[in-house]
């Protein structure tokens, strides 16, 4: 049974590019959230999609944005790089909430490893 | 902001000695999670507790969440060199109204376990 899979597994782009990351979520699962991690540091939620949209947002800006397809793969976009943008990027899945809140836990990824320069 | 803190950050420890790790927080939330990151890998899910006052048992892993349901512990006994990883506890959710998806990570604690 496939987990999530995530590309590239590594990238190494310049400041000012643009990167794409992608995607594709356990099988089963339709929910699709990204998290930044810094070296050092916990994750950090950037956004969730749900039915093809963001159904939550994190404090990032709009310079990350994100798609979910109909067959819930995502992707998750980022313009005008910094270098403070470099970090390990998780995708996560889940199947539908039943609640209000995340208490089912999260199948992760193992990350894109974006390095800006 | 929500913030879960955890403690130690770092720990070394023998094989065969027990340890406990912290997770608290000023917030309230509906669930905490633990995972277990390696080098390389993403997190992966450990267990999730629920209610306050809440002990669930993984092997030699126990996990116990605060009455008031912003702490957690996680203790293992007997540590092997394969418990090695960080270990992260994340909140889920929040009482402040409304829906809330997403997870608040702590920094984490790396623990290193010597043969």
């Known amino acids: 049974d496939a987990g999530v899979t995530q590309s590239p597994t590594h990238l190494i782009k310049t400041r000012g590019q643009q990167v794409t990351l992608r995607c594709s979520p356990k099988?089963?699962?339709?929910?699709v959230s990204w998290y930044q991690q810094a070296l050092g540091q916990g994750p950090q939620f950037i956004f969730q999609?749900?039915?093809?949209?963001?159904?939550q947002r994190g404090n990032f800006p709009d310079r990350f944005s994100g798609h979910q397809f109909p067959n819930y793969s995502s992707e998750l976009n980022v313009n005008a790089l910094l270098l403070g943008d470099s970090a390990l990027y998780l995708c996560a899945s889940s199947a539908r909430d039943r609640g209000r809140f995340a208490n089912y836990g999260y199948t992760f990824g193992s990350g894109t490893r974006l390095t800006v320069v | 902001t929500q913030l879960l803190e955890q403690s130690p950050q770092f720990l070394s420890i023998q094989e065969g000695e027990n340890l406990t790790v912290y997770c608290n927080s000023s917030?309230?939330?509906?669930?905490l999670q633990w995972y277990r990151q390696e080098p390389g890998e993403g997190p992966v899910l450990l267990v999730t507790v629920v209610t306050g006052g809440e002990v669930k048992k993984l092997k030699r892993l126990t996990f116990q969440f605060g009455d008031a349901r912003k702490d957690s512990s996680l203790h293992i006994t007997a540590a092997q060199p394969g418990d090695t990883g960080l270990y992260l506890c994340a909140g889920a959710g929040s009482y402040s109204g409304g829906s809330n998806y997403k997870l608040t990570f702590g920094k984490g604690t790396l623990l290193t376990v010597n043969p």
């Open positions: 999609y749900y039915e093809e949209e963001e159904r």
């Open positions: 099988s089963g699962h339709d929910t």
């Open positions: 917030s309230v939330f509906s669930s």
